[in-house]
Each structure stands twice: as structure tokens, then as C-alpha cells.
């Protein structure tokens, strides 16, 4: 039992990994219909910039000012500077393809991830950063009941992962910029003639879509310990497939995409074997893709001639 | 428009022809400047002569970017010393493979048509060394790898131009797994590979150890991408007292033993020689390598103050590379001192004949005939609560 | 009518018999379309008129010349590679470009291809003696079981349309990966992969040397680019593009679209995996991670670059993709060649009139030669590093700005040189004009400085930047059309 809970709480706190990222590529997808593969590397910017706001503040062992002001740092940071970024690489990667065929804009998404996984590569160096967690949140904090042992920085991940979930689940639903979000989503060109501001309000989904990537980020240092320049990859690659399994454009349907990959792994790995747990995965997927072919909670799209 | 464009072609083409034509003379320029301010330095006239290049086949970008960038760094400390300490002018051509046997192969073809190479560091993988072997073979290119190990690369004898400054797997794992088994005496273990020809190599040839002597060991496998294992550690059962890993990634190694601190399970890691770095530092536990740790060598310090200057965490990849393009500068520079120039033959000749009685490697460098490091040693360490590696045994 | 002032084509009067049904605007096409005068007329007119397979056979014959142009063995390689990459692209062109199908796992069927024909022709299988097939027996073999894969694989899209489909493949090459390397390893080899393959053998002839694989590569390219083009001009081809614009008026015009899908997999299955045999016999060994989803990436990359939906577009993309990456970026002089040659390329096309073009050039010359002046006097370091060997950075020495310690100079200056790109975009009229002369001057002593001692740092930003820039610039592609999509 115990370790059922162990296991699930492990998925759950990788799976929200996922998950935050795996909203931006919804939230993405929405409004442009992009699949931005350079999301993942936008994760990365932010784990770097939360491991240097640590050195800035004397680094794992010496910390010069207290923990959670240290972590509200972190957060304020990597979240604003990696917003920014996305920002930046909508306007000039993205913006003068918005009206090509689908398939032209993900070759730009491609070239802005080497750009930037080999930027990083070229200024930082290949060798991995440790984000040394332990030195300043030690393991004896958290629930520890028996062989149950849940760290306080996987309930941290856990509910900061929720509350920024509800936050934007709140946000699309009920402001006005929410409201030109979702309509921008449904159709451009209506929202346009509507009078709604197309690009601003795409700015601010990337914003808000590279901002959860960035402190998705910041997180997994903090969980994991160890970043590198080509972590993204394969997180991106994860969320991609949350979002898709999860029903692309449906925010509510990333979140489940990504809590459920991540419980499906560790349950794998935990109770069948490491060594086959991709294919178990995928196999799990694909038998989902094909008993609800939109997606767990998409919509099925309306085909019309 | 069109005009426009075909005048930017024919200003492209007179761009590369212009370089065509004066890069032969350019690089014998900047050479011959080169090789005059060494003259005025060193005596010796065959400094001019002995200008060479040497080439490095090593994952630079990519997944594992972090061991080919600590193999880099590495060669170009060695190139550097060396081109100080013998008055050389050799230079190094990178490779980039990204561990990946067709790109190799490509980056293999560029160095055999390149005639100024004569010698060869890396690659990496043993994928690799099996895909380029012949290639290098039919080119006489010798090369040298510092962390390819599997032990058909010199028995095969399909790579005749291939030598390593490592010991193999099938030394180095019974080893390693009679000593777990002496001293530690597990009744249960968890080996874990990360699906890479070096730790499954290793992994295939513990497995029977364990099995003979009645250990029950269970066999994961987690791709080096993967820095998440907590669920893996879910699993390590009480009367799991030990852990293999057999791992490239020692930062990766880390991670796993910082998730048996947080969840409070009392395994001992054994880690090979890829674990052995400034990265993995967990009290406690055993680290075998086929290197010693270098800056434990009063010899080495020069070398361990320059790496720290220019890449601080480095770990068991470096130090091999560094060996190797030893052996191959002094072989360059034994052609050179005899009045020849370096010629792929030549070089190759005087790697097989190297007799170094000490390296940066802690032991006397000498190859047999098939390309083997002879008496290879082994060294077995333990961390102390300190951090710091501690030398148990060594073979 | 009057004669309208948007035509300047003087030589044809405005007086048209108007026709039924044709506005004024669309007759005059013809007359826009008229061939220029001389030589070129002559010449367009020709190349008008010839029927595909002579434009094709021009163009093997060129492709068949270049092993005796290319020196040396690293050369023939790129060729392979690129002819290589050519088919892969055309093959996935016809799912990707023809059927609109977004098909991830295509690096699978290549693996497949390669592996099949590695395990029927080496001493895996049944040791120690393994079997061994010639060419004309595994071959045909393994493009049916590739055909009879890709419909394996395309049967999902059924159920699944768009990026749903696009996700199922994903898994299937992600799984193809996972497979060859843990399961089964005495059979398929696992991480080891397949070693000693067999050469394409027939009829006592093998293909040993470079140039051998080169010409059956470009036989093969011809025969499928051939191929290819009946199969687009027949009724599969027009229900592939009937499918790709808008599945639902095809089925409703009696097109089988589950049949016509499952069609387009099969036909890439069948290519990729004729690719997947000669790469497996030409590199005598298949490992799994030869097969990961990086390469994927670069043969979509090269199919989009050249243009979806056109095979002249895909085998271009292919050939030009793999020239650049391993031919051009692999050694720091050639790259410095492309690097230079594409900014000046730039400069040529979009600065108009010639005088702004050479003013531009001259005031990045001057300026860069006045910072080095500056620089220099006031602190000899801050110049004395070398840049490194190339073909004209001995002559930029007195231009370029290198310290001796480059690496953090250089890497600020990258950042900035990067923002200044992004400032240079914002910007309009005379304030660009003036902000390119020290991005150029930055961009040089950037590149001599760091760029060009990071060389296989430099080849990934290179390819990167170059995939920004030409989609920017291109969106449908070197030789794609331009497409309106309806969603």
C-alpha cells in the first residue's frame, strides 16, 4: 500500500511537470494552431535562470538570503524572463508566418529550438548544474509515515503546479483578456473583425504559455537537481504528447495528459520494469488515441466542406 | 529581381573561389607565422616541419554533450602542454559525432581524406568504434579511444588501427562484482543499465557473478535522458543492500542517490568507472575505475589546475582523452625529432611501439598486439563522508 | 480599352476581344507571361516544352558526372548522405505533402527497411552461418513487408485525423527505437545493433567503393522521383491532393479516403525503406540510435525547406540540407564561406538601389576599421588574439576586434549581436540602414572570435538560423507553391 502511494505520488509530481508544460503547448496551439517545438527549450532557459538567481544569492550551501524569499525570487524570474522570451520568439519567428500552411511555421519552431539549445551550449557549457536542493530544504522535512516518505519539494511541486493550474483555468474562464483568448482561438479572423487585438492578445498567451514552461523549470531543478542545455528535448517531447493525448487546445485536457503520463511511468517502472517502461507508455497511449480519438477531453473538431 | 540574384550567385561563386584559391595560402601564412615565433623560441628546425594535425571524434553536441565537451577540453589541455613541452606545432580538428555511428562514419571519411591528419582521438562509443574500425584500417589512421570498452573492438580484429587506454568490460565487471560480493554481501541487489553499449556490456557480464554466487538481483534499465528516480527507488526493497550502476552520466548517479537519502533506503552504490567525477559524491559509496583519481597524483598537478581553470567538474572522461592525445603527440614529436615528417604510417608505428612508464593515468602506457592497454589496473574507491574518494584496493 | 497602366508590356496592344467569363486581368496573363527576348526566350521556351523525363534525365546525367568532379572519399560520402536524405524526403513528401498525413514515426520505416535488410543478409540470424541473401531476393522482400507495414501503421487513421494521427506515429517510431534496443538482443542485436552487413550484391557484382553506392543511390533517386511522378499525375495523385485539401467533399466525390490514406503510408513505408537497405549496406553496421528522432527532424526540415508537395522540392531540400550540414558546416573555413556568403547574399538582394549596397559596405569597412583603431590604443590585449585560421581572416586581422581571451567577450558579444538582429527587424527605413553597419562589423568579430572556435557549436546556430531565415523568407518552400489552408 505503501508503496503504491509512494509510486503515485512520484508519478504526480512528474506528471505536473508535464502538465505546466504541456498547457503552454495547448494554450499555444489554441491561438495559432502552432505546435511550438521549441517549448521545451524554453523549459531549460528557465531551470538555468533559476539555478543562477542560486549562485547570485551566494549559491546551495551559502544562501544569503531566507528560502522562500529565495524561491519567490526564482519563480518571479525565470517565470517573467522566460515569458518575455516566448514573447520575443512569437514576434519575430512566428509572427510573419501566421498565415502560411501549418507545416511552414513548424520548421521555424525547429530552428528556434537549436538556436536556443546551442545558444545556451555555446555561453554555458555542456556539463550538468546542480541544483543541490538538499543543502537548503533538507529531506527531513515533508511527510515521512513508515516506508512513506513524500519531500516537502514534491508537495511544493504538486501545489504550485495546482494553484497555477486553477489560476489560468480561472483566468481563461472568467477575464476579458480569457475571453479574447478563446476567441481568438475559435476564429482568427472573427475575433480580428470583432475588434479584439490579435497580436496583443497572442503575446500574452505565449507570455503566459513560456511563463508556466519557465517555472516548470525552476521546479524540475529543485525536484530533480540536475539540468543541462538539452533537457528540453525530451520534456518537450512528453508534454507534446500530454497535450495531443489530453485533447490539443483543451487546457483542462493537458493537465489530465500530463498527470497521466507521469503516473503511468513511475506505476510501470514501479511495478513491471524500468527496462520496458516507454513501450508500456506508448502502448497504454496508443490504446487511448484509439478508443477516444480527440483526445481524452478535446473536442471532436467539426468537419465541414 | 532576377538580376539581382544572379548578380549575389556570381558574387557568392567569386567569394569561394577567391577562398579556394587562397586558403592553401592563408593557412600556410598563418602557419608559417606560427611557426616562426616558435623558432625564435625553441632551436630546433624541424618546428616547422613538425606541424600536423591531430583529430577528435567525440559527442560535442547532442544528448551526452557533456562527455564529449569534458573529452575536448581535455585534448586541447594535452595538445597544448605537449606543443609547449616538445615545440610541435599540432593542431586539433573537431569532430562532431553526437555519439551517433552515421555521423561517424561522415566525420570519419572527412578525417581519412584530410591528409594532414595523422592521428586520431576518440570516438567515444564502442557503436562507433565498430561502425569507423575498417574505415581507419584501410586508411592506416590510428586512433586512440579513451572510453570504448567493449572487448570485441580488439579481439574482432576487424579494427587494426584501433588501441585504447582503458581496460575492458569483460576485466572490469567480474571484477567489480567479486568485490561487491567479498566484501559487501548482498543477498539482494538492483543493477540498473542505462541502455548504452558500455553499461549493458558491463551489466551482461555481472549478471552471471551475481547469479552463481545466489545473489537475486533485479535488472532495471532508464535511458541516460531520464533525471527522474524517484520511482525507481521506490522499488529498492529492504533487503536491497546494494545498487549497481554502471553509468556514464555521474551527475545522473548523483540524483539517484540523493532519491535513497529522501526516501530513506539504506542501499550502497556501486558505480564504474563513468561515476567516477567531482559530480557523484554520495558518503558511503564505491566507485571502481581504471583510472586513479587524478588529483590525488602529486604528479598530475599541473594538469588538475589547469583542468580546474578550464573545466572544473570534470569527472573520468577527461583524463583518458588526455592520455590519449599524450601518446599521440609523443609519437608525432619522436617522428619529427628523427628528422622525418609525420606520416599516418610513421605515427602509427610509433604508437605501437609507445613504452611511457607513467601518464596522467597513474600507470606505464604500453599496447599489445591487439590494440589493448597492457596490465590495465584497477582501482577501487570509497567515498568518505567527506565527499572524497578513498582508495580501498587496486589491482 | 485603355491601356492599363499596371502592364508594361508595351510590345501587345490593350485591344482584346473580350471573352465570356474571362475578365480583363486574366487575359492579360498571356501577354505577362510572354518569354523575354534573345537567347533566354529561346531557351525558356525549350525547357517549356520538354516533357518531364528529359528534365530528368539532364539531371541524372548531371548527378552521374559528379563522382568523377569530387575528390576524395569524405566528399562521395557527403554525396550518399544527401542523395540519402533526397529519398527520405521524397518519400515522406508523399504522405506530408501529398495526403496532408503528419507522419512522426517515418524514421521507423527507414530503421525497418534497414534493419530487415540487416538481418537478412548478415550472421545474425541462424549463427554462425546467417543468411544471406543477394540483393534482388531481400530487396523485393523487404519493400513488401515495408508496404504491408506502412499500412499497418496508417490503419489509426481511420479513427484519427490531424495531430492525433501525428501523435500515434510518433509513438511508433519512438517504439521502434525502444525495440531494436531492448528486446530480443541475441536476435536483433540491442544496443550492439547488427554488425558486418553484407554489401548489395546481384548476379557476382557487390557495390564496395563510395562511388559504387553513389550512382545505384542516384539510379534509384531517378527510378522513384520517376515513379513518383506518374503515380501524382494519375488518379492516386489527384485523390491524394483531393484528401489532403478536404477529406470530406472527397468522400463525398466517391474517393475511398480510408484506401487513398492508407495508400500514401504504404507508398513512404516502401521508399524509406529502399533508403534504409542502401544506408544499411553501405555502413556495414545498424545500430538503434541511428534511428532516433533527431534524423527525423532533418529529413522534415528538408522536405519543407524544399517545398511540400513537389518532388523536384523534396530531392532539392534533401540535397541541399545534407550539402550544407556535412559538406559545408563540418569545417570552419567552408562554414566561415557560408556564413559570409549568406549575409552578403542578403545585403545583395534586399538593399536597393546598388548605391545604398555599396555605401553599406564601405561604412561597415571604415567603421570597423576605426573601432579596431580605438580599440587598439587603448589596450593592446583587447586585440592581440588571432583569428583563427580561415581563408581571409589573416587579412581581417587588422580589421576584426579579437581579444586574446575570447571566450567572454565573445559570448557577450553574441547576446548583443542577437539583440541587435532582433532591433535590426523592428526598425524601418534609415535607422536600419545605419543600425546594420555595426551589427556587420559585430557579426564578424563574433564570428572570427568565438563562432569559429566552437565549430560543431557553430554548425547547430548555422542551421538553426539558416531554417529561421529561409522560412521566413520562403514559407511555402525553395520549390513548393504557394498554398492557402483551409482550416
Known sequence: MHFFIQELVNGITQGSLYALIALGYSMVYGVLKLLNFAHGDLYMVGAFVGYFVIQWFGGSTALSIPVPLLLLFMFLLAGGGVGMLGVAIERFAYRPLRDAPRIAPLITALGVSFLLENTMLLLFGASYRDYNTSAFISFNTGIHIGPLNIDLVQLMVIGVSVALMIALTLFVARTKLGRQMRA??????????????????????????????????????????????????????????????????????????????????????????STYTNLIVFGILIVMMLVRPSGLLGKVPLQKV | MKVRI?????????????????????????????????????????????TTEIGIEAPITGQVAVLGDEQLAFAQLAIAADNKANGTNISLV????????????????????NDKIVGVVGPAGSQEVEAVGPLMGRAGLAFISGSATNPALTTSGKNPTFFRVVSRDDVQGPEDANFVIKTLHPKALMIVDDQEVYSTGLVSSMIPVFQKAGIKVDHESVSQKVTDFSSLVAKVTPQTTVVVL??????????????????????????????QSSSFTIPGSYVSAFGPDITAIPQDAALVAAAKVKYPKFGTFGPPVYAATHVIDEAIASVCKSGQTPTRASVLAAIKATNEPTSVLGQPIKFDSKGDLINAKWFLFKINNAGKYVLVTNS | MASDPRTTDVSVEAKQDPSIGVDEWVARTAQRREFAPGWRGDAERLFERMGWWPKLAIAAAFGAIVPFILSNNFQLQVGINALLLALLALGLNISVGWAGLLDLGYIAFYGFGAYGFALLSSNQLHPPTGIHFAAYVSLPIIAVAAACLGLIVGLPSRRLIGDYLAILTLFFGEAFVEFTNNVAPSKLGGPNGIVSIDPIRAFGHSLISNKSYFWFLLALLVLTAAALHLLDNSRTGRAWRAVREDPLAAGMMTIPVNRVKLMAFSFGAVVAALAGTVFAAQQVNVFPTD????????????????????????ILGGLLLSVMLDGFLRSPTEAGYLFYGVILLTLIVKLRPWRKLLAVLAATVAFGFVVHAIVEAISKSAVAGQPSGGWISSDLHNWVVVPSNATTAGNIGFVVLLCLVIALIQVKGRTRTVLLVPTLYLAACVWEGVLVENPSVTRQLLIGAILIVMMNARPQGLLGSKRVEVV
Open chain 1, 184 to 273: 481568438v482561438s475559435a476564429d482568427r479572423e472573427a475575433a480580428e473583425m470583432l475588434g479584439i487585438d490579435v497580436d496583443y492578445t497572442i503575446a500574452v498567451t505565449f507570455f503566459i504559455g513560456s511563463a508556466l514552461a519557465g517555472v516548470a523549470g525552476v521546479m524540475d531543478g529543485l525536484a530533480y537537481n540536475n539540468i543541462y542545455t538539452l533537457m528540453g528535448f525530451i520534456a518537450g517531447l512528453k508534454a507534446f504528447t500530454a497535450a495531443v493525448v489530453g485533447g490539443i487546445g483543451s487546457i483542462p485536457g493537458a493537465m489530465l495528459g500530463g498527470l497521466l503520463i507521469g503516473i503511468a511511468e513511475s506505476m510501470v517502472t514501479g511495478y513491471i520494469s
Open chain 2, 6 to 50: 544572379s548578380l549575389a550567385a556570381m558574387a557568392l561563386t567569386a567569394l569561394v573561389a577567391a577562398g579556394c584559391g587562397s586558403s592553401n595560402s592563408s593557412t600556410s601564412t598563418t602557419s608559417a607565422s606560427a611557426g616562426s615565433s616558435t623558432q625564435a623560441a625553441s632551436s630546433s628546425g624541424s618546428s616547422k616541419a613538425c
Open chain 2, 94 to 113: 573537431q569532430g562532431d559525432t553526437q555519439l551517433n555511428p552515421a555521423q561517424a562514419t561522415t566525420v570519419t571519411q572527412q578525417f581519412t581524406s
Open chain 2, 246 to 275: 554502471p553509468w556514464q552520466v555521474a551527475a545522473n548517479g548523483q540524483q539517484f542517490g540523493k532519491d535513497l537519502q529522501q526516501e530513506h533506503k539504506n542501499a550502497t552504490i556501486v558505480g564504474t568507472d563513468g561515476m
Open chain 3, 291 to 314: 534511428f532516433d528522432t533527431p534524423f527525423l527532424i532533418l529529413i522534415y526540415a528538408a522536405l519543407i525547406l524544399g517545398g511540400a508537395g513537389s518532388i523536384g522540392g523534396a
